[in-house]
């Protein structure tokens, strides 16, 4: 599989903060890729710098083999990138469908004059809108009514709208920054099982998360941030077994089993 998304040695300095250091990153086409580390490792600064919010310091973004450095995040999300974000941005007063819509209208021709005056692209272009806005209501389980307002709906609906509104953008590659978080565990199922739908569409996933459950589950690949350096990188098999990803985030021995060994060095029995 070849690469659709390359980060080649980014750097992004903010004052004294080195939020990540000369980063290699290789997302292959097709695939679900996570991106895992401790608090304050640069995972959102990552997804920052791939769509264009912030620059790089040093190095380059390359997607479908042509560099996104230096453009700015709308050209980004028409080149076929969409995000969500780690704190929900829905237009809250907006409904359900209203919110996806405005994901589809990124991707419109139509400008502000042409909608003012009511043209004929700007007609279809909302009845398709509308259309693909509910499919996409529908493909990721918001089963509330699509009339709703977007803050009335339950968390984890508000969490699918999101993911709703970024794939109404026709995306290639799909950012989903920390999706699971306050969710309970059966709409993390639910969120599992709309990530490997969204890649059975061909689309790409480059996912940021903590529960561990759900990055071993869904993910083909996965690498590890620390202090913004990548510290390891593998099939879910082998980031879990690395000694540095134990070491410095997953697995730190808690105190009570440092103390019972300790129990057993000294000769005592070991606690059940
Ligand atoms: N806009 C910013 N200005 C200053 N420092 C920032 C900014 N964005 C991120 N940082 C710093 O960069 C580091 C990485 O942050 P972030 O990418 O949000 O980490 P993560 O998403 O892995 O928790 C942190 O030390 C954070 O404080
Ligand atoms: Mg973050």
């Known amino acids: 599989m070849s690469a659709l998304l390359e980060l080649q040695e980014v750097s992004i300095r903010f004052g004294g903060v080195v939020a990540i250091s000369e980063l290699d990153l290789q997302v292959p086409e097709g695939s679900i890729f996570g991106l895992i580390g401790p608090n304050g490792a640069g995972k959102t600064s990552c997804f920052n710098v791939i769509t264009g919010v912030y620059q790089p310091t040093s190095g380059q973004v390359v997607f479908e083999g042509g560099s996104l450095t230096g453009l700015k995040p709308h050209r980004i999300t028409q080149k076929g990138v969409a995000r969500t974000f780690q704190n929900i941005r829905l237009f809250p007063e907006m409904s359900a469908l209203e919110n996806v819509m405005v994901g589809a209208d990124a991707r419109h021709r139509t400008g502000l004059p042409g909608a003012l005056l009511g043209l004929g692209r700007h007609r ?5 809108g509308r259309q693909t806005g509910r499919e996409l209501l529908s493909f990721c389980a918001v089963t509330e009514s699509e009339s709703e307002a977007a803050r009335n709906l339950p968390y984890g609906s508000q969490r699918r709208l999101e993911i709703a509104r970024a794939m109404a953008t026709k995306p290639r590659l799909l950012l989903l920054d920390e999706p699971a978080a306050g969710m ?13 739908a969204v890649r059975d569409r061909g689309i790409t996933v480059l996912l940021i998360e903590h529960d561990m459950g759900l990055v071993m589950s869904v993910c083909d690949r996965i690498a590890v941030l620390d202090f913004g350096r990548k510290i390891a990188e593998g099939t879910p098999g082998e980031v879990r077994d690395s000694p540095q990803v134990i070491e410095a985030y997953l697995g730190r021995p808690d105190v009570d089993e440092d103390e019972s060994f300790e129990q057993m060095e000294a000769g005592d029995a070991p606690r059940d």
């Open 124 to 128: 279809r272009e909302e009845r398709e």
């Open 184 to 196: 309970n565990p059966a709409e993390k199922n639910s969120l599992a099982d709309l990530i490997r």
